[in-house]
């Protein structure tokens, strides 16, 4: 699959995704921030009572450096679980490692697709990644090799924007469709990582959705949408949705563990942080970062502190690391 997408092409996606979210965003500009524990759903990520959160992150204070740059529309970000950490843009998919002179640097390992590479996932040692050019979308795999080397295995046909993507425990992958407004659920053909056996609509525009980002952790799947919502719906019952918060903003990606959420706040140029009840804890300084899209600890990994963050900043088409000063 090597159909080209143009730059136009690009700008035409993005613009009517941002337009989309900011009429819906002028329908909820009066409401509060919701919170789990008022829709019985506190312990969506228990049990965490002897984990930190990430208030001991110090957002607020948090200094930006950048780590790597010229990845055209950085958009996801992603360690394997071997601590390979991986990048997607317009342009490619790439692998960032620390070379002997302390730098970190980039290699692009599938330049020329075609298409926009968006989502990251890892079932055992395959890595997927969803790609579109604005007519159908597709889902890559390539074995966690010392050179991964991805493949079409495939076609999401009339979907113009997978975006969003993560796997759960079972190796079932889950994929957001932004413009179209679906959450889907692949699954894979057994014994064979490199064949899909199905598709399935889990959640759909009716929903009130238009989702973008979204992770798995303990058998939920947490949903962020351009809408400002965070939702989690039980993997044995993925249909119903628990709204967490809502607020004025237009979300991409996040990252969830047992110390709570982080979100890229795409609109607002921040990373926001909420705890299991989806309380807010802290936040970066408002515009400090250029359309941030993705973000993940770095937990002292590829070099950097055990509270460093690492973010993707599409507007800014790099890669960052925000600093704790605590």
Known sequence: MRSAISSTARRTLSGRIARMA?????????????????????????????????????????????????????????????????????????????????????????????????????????????????TD????????????????????????????????????????????GDVLRIELQPGDRFSVASQVTLFSKTAGLIPNGLKVFRQRLFIGDVLGTLRAAAIEAPRIAVPLVQQFALFDDLFVDSRGLLVADFSGGAIRAFDAAGRMLDWTRPGALQNPSAVVPANGRLGLGPRDLIVTEKGGHRVSVLRSTH
């Open 137 to 180: 979308s597709f889902l890559f795999a390539a074995r966690r090799s010392a050179s991964p080397n991805f493949r079409t295995i495939f076609t999401l046909r009339g979907v113009t924007t997978a975006n969003g993507l993560a796997a759960d425990a079972a190796g079932l992958l889950y994929v957001t469709t932004t413009l179209q």
């Open 22 to 134: 900011l009429a819906a965003l002028s329908m909820y500009c009066g409401l509060r921030s919701l919170q789990a524990a008022d829709l019985g759903a506190d312990s969506l990520l228990a049990p965490a009572a002897t984990s930190s959160d990430f208030r001991s992150f110090g957002l607020s204070s948090a200094t930006r450096e950048t780590l790597v740059d010229g990845i055209t529309a950085a958009e996801n970000v992603m360690f394997s679980s071997d601590g390979r950490l991986f990048v997607t843009g317009d342009d490619g998919i790439y692998e960032l490692t620390r070379a002997v002179s302390g730098e970190v640097v980039k290699l692009n390992l599938f330049p020329g697709a075609g298409c926009a590479w968006s989502g990251m996932a890892e079932v055992g040692t395959v890595l997927y990644a969803t790609c579109f050019n604005g």
